[in-house]
């Protein structure tokens, strides 16, 4: 006689809520090169950069001490003035960590770009920390981030770049299916013994 446990059916319902966990993805520029301009290095993540930005690394092109990276030591730098992040597909999530000479200003914008919200920073200036600013929007709808300091550049860094891809959240109809299949699974199995 052969016995079927409930455990044989755990995976079946495990993948019905797989699909609603949300994936954060944070870039800390440390696969980069000192010098580097970033633009599309990081398109298979679905992180598009425009405005020039590059990249500096702690103790050479950067001074630590004033701009310290918030992990590993490289940064990146507003070069050529404002910064654009574009994504592909739509995130749910966005933020990371900023040193700054001057008041910043950031925004998230729909892929038809529709403004969805504004930040500044904190103050004019943090030289020698770091500040995280970020943005939720659980509709999963920012299709671009926008980060502004001077508008000659060279006025903040940013590091450990977070982003949540939107959720995909099954129907409860779905999931709703799928326990009623496996009990019924289960009880047949077990007449069958």
Not at 117 to 133: C, D, F, H, K, T
Request: charged share 10%.
């Amino acid at each position: 006689m052969r016995r079927v446990r409930l455990s044989c059916f755990l995976p079946l319902l495990c993948l019905a809520v797989a699909p609603a966990l949300r994936a954060d993805i944070t870039v800390t520029f440390e696969s980069l090169a000192e010098g580097e301009t970033l633009a599309n290095q990081f398109a298979p993540l679905g992180v598009v950069v425009s405005g020039s930005p590059m990249v500096f690394t702690a103790g050479s092109w950067l001074n630590e001490f004033d701009f310290p990276p918030h992990s590993g030591v490289n940064v990146l730098v507003d070069v050529g003035g404002p910064m654009l992040f574009a994504f592909s597909p739509a995130v749910s999530s966005v933020s990371g960590y900023f040193t700054y000479t001057t008041l910043l200003t950031l925004g998230v914008y729909a892929s038809d770009g529709t403004l969805l919200a504004a930040a500044q920073s904190a103050g004019g200036a943090n030289l020698g920390s770091s500040e995280r600013i970020g943005f939720n929007w659980p509709a999963g709808h920012i299709g671009f981030l926008s980060i502004a300091g001077d508008p000659a550049g060279s006025s903040f860094i940013l590091d450990d770049l977070t982003f949540g891809q939107a959720a995909q959240v099954p129907e409860p109809s779905s999931v709703l299916l799928i326990v009623p299949i496996a009990v019924f699974l289960f009880h047949g199995l077990r007449k069958r013994q």
